[in-house]
């Protein structure tokens, strides 16, 4: 079966507590993360097991609405959410590393599914390897812009 992943982490100049509080605020995602053009609860508590959010993912063309499961939290180490649309599924997790006053962030998603082979011909790793670095960079500049 065809497949799109990738794995991005980076170094972020804030506690771990900080960058887990940021992640935890959904709807003010769009906000620092322009791609994505609304977010928000649809049931549970943010990042809780079980819970489902969606976010309105703006690439090309009209945003993509996306609503996603979180599968598995561990509040300020791990979280990870599984969703799909048209034949794709997606599986995206965030790991966060304490290292002292700084926070090493590593996304990973995969991207499987029947209509997968076809969307590699518009969108492929290194694609979805830039859409992960800009999240991890913005999320890296709101956490440290207010210190």
């Given at each position: 079966?065809a497949e799109?992943?990738?794995?991005?982490?980076?170094?972020?100049?804030?506690?771990?507590?900080?960058?887990?509080?940021?992640?935890?605020?959904?709807?003010?995602?769009?906000?620092?993360?322009?791609?994505?053009?609304?977010?928000?609860?649809?049931?549970?508590?943010?990042?809780?097991?079980?819970?489902?959010?969606?976010?309105?993912?703006?690439?090309?063309?009209?945003?993509?609405?996306?609503?996603?499961?979180?599968?598995?939290?561990?509040?300020?180490?791990?979280?990870?959410?599984?969703?799909?649309?048209?034949?794709?599924?997606?599986?995206?997790?965030?790991?966060?590393?304490?290292?002292?006053?700084?926070?090493?962030?590593?996304?990973?998603?995969?991207?499987?599914?029947?209509?997968?082979?076809?969307?590699?011909?518009?969108?492929?790793?290194?694609?979805?390897?830039?859409?992960?670095?800009?999240?991890?960079?913005a999320l890296?500049?709101?956490?440290?812009?207010?210190?």
């Amino acid at each position: 079966m065809a497949e799109i992943k990738t794995e991005k982490a980076i170094e972020i100049n804030a506690p771990v507590d900080k960058v887990w509080k940021l992640m935890l605020d959904i709807p003010s995602w769009p906000r620092w993360f322009p791609t994505l053009k609304a977010a928000g609860m649809i049931s549970g508590q943010p990042l809780a097991q079980g819970s489902v959010f969606y976010f309105k993912l703006g690439l090309v063309g009209p945003a993509m609405n996306m609503k996603v499961t979180i599968t598995a939290s561990e509040p300020n180490k791990r979280v990870a959410w599984a969703g799909g649309m048209l034949g794709v599924t997606g599986v995206h997790s965030f790991d966060f590393e304490a290292q002292g006053d700084k926070t090493r962030v590593t996304s990973r998603e995969v991207l499987q599914g029947p209509m997968v082979g076809l969307m590699k011909l518009l969108f492929n790793d290194d694609d979805l390897g830039k859409l992960h670095q800009d999240w991890n960079s913005a999320l890296k500049a709101e956490a440290e812009r207010s210190k």
